[in-house]
């Protein structure tokens, strides 16, 4: 039958949620609403099962994963969701200390030239 799980959160009005899926046996297709966020929503994913070493990157696609028959080469599929803010920016992932003590957090702004939109 296939397994799929959401741990949704809000912080400060704002909502994000982890998706977890394995075993499935077809295709899911998401909508916002199934997933708590209003109609309309500009929703972000990012594989959050993603292995890519420090620095690499991770895919992050605009609008609701696809979620795929069996799961990725991994066994199963696991993507944090959020929303886009009116500005068009989000926070999503994780935030690597820095090396040093003093060093700044290495972070970087999504270029929404650079998201994948699935619906095209």
Known sequence: ????????????????????????PRDLELRALDLGFPAGSRIVAMDAAC?????GTCHAAAGLPRLRRGGSGLGFQLWSLTQLEEEGWTLLGEVHPPRAQHAQTPLQPADPRTLSDPST
Not at 51 to 55: F, H, K, L, S
Request: aromatic residues 10%; glycine residues 10%; hydrophobic residues 50%.
């Open 1 to 24: 039958m296939g397994e799929v799980w959401l741990a949704p959160t809000s912080v400060d009005g704002r909502r994000f949620a982890s998706l977890f899926a394995a075993r499935l």
């Open 51 to 55: 292995t890519a070493p420090r620095g």
